[in-house]
């Protein structure tokens, strides 16, 4: 059964920090990773999507890395905004079955203006 | 370029009351997932659906049951409402097995059973 982890499960930081939330998952045959954003009552917006081919993918100031080998993924936030504020989610993706789709928890940031 | 469509957005259902959750993407995908969400926590399969006249249970089906007769629609059928129902329900789909594309969500449907 796939279980995805994400630390850290808050943070808190100024504006302009470049920060990286991390995901690890338990099983590595995945063919692809998603990060997602959540903002408050609000449904999932998707961030980037990383093949199990690939090591990064990125978007503006957004960069994900995957080591699908251990089991990890990275999103790095350059130059955080108030806006980037809300929860992220990473789901690892295994096709067919029960644990296709798989959600850690998230990680609630908070950028301080 | 609608995606994924859920209705209600807000409901609020009274202990024993049934309801359906709607949910239709028009991206021809095969795949199709039922989540909830509680506070605090991740998302839970409830159920999900690789195809047309195909489906199956997730983490947490119990209280629940699904169908999937087109390609487009995966309707969430609640029986006897509880409390521990209260909750977020999100519809999402997928190409297929292979996951070279991304999975779409809608926009969510808030139910609270008092």
């Known amino acids: 059964k796939q279980e995805v982890t994400q630390i850290p499960a808050a943070l808190s930081v100024p504006e302009g920090e470049n920060l990286v939330l991390n995901c690890s998952f338990t099983?590595?045959?995945?063919?692809?990773l998603q990060w997602f954003r959540q903002d408050p009552g609000k449904g999932l917006t998707s961030l980037l999507l990383?093949?199990?081919?690939?090591r990064e993918q990125t978007s503006g100031r957004l960069n994900a890395s995957l080591d699908k080998s251990s089991g990890r993924s990275t999103l790095y936030i350059a130059a955080s905004q108030p806006g980037d504020s809300a929860t992220y989610l990473c789901?690892?993706?295994?096709?067919?079955?029960?644990?296709?789709?798989?959600f850690g928890k998230g990680t609630h940031l908070i950028i301080q203006p | 370029n609608a995606g994924v469509t859920q209705t209600p957005k807000f409901r609020i259902l009274k202990i024993g009351q049934s309801m359906t959750l709607q949910c239709t993407q028009d991206?021809?995908?095969?795949?199709m997932y039922w989540y909830r969400q509680d506070p605090g926590m991740g998302l839970k399969l409830i159920y999900y659906?690789?195809?047309?006249?195909?489906?199956d249970k997730g983490e947490v089906p119990n209280g629940y049951n699904v169908s999937r007769s087109t390609t487009e629609d995966f309707p969430l059928r609640l029986e006897l409402a509880a409390p521990s129902q209260t909750s977020v329900y999100f519809c999402?789909?997928?190409?297929?097995?292979?996951?070279?594309?991304?999975?779409?969500f809608g926009q969510g449907t808030r139910l609270t059973v008092v």
């Open positions: 999402a789909s997928t190409p297929g097995a292979r996951g070279i594309a991304e999975a779409f």
């Open positions: 099983d590595s045959a995945i063919y692809n």
């Open positions: 990383i093949q199990s081919s690939q």
């Open positions: 789901a690892p993706y295994s096709g067919g079955g029960a644990d296709g789709l798989t």
């Open positions: 991206m021809n995908h095969n795949y």
């Open positions: 659906s690789v195809g047309a006249g195909i489906t």
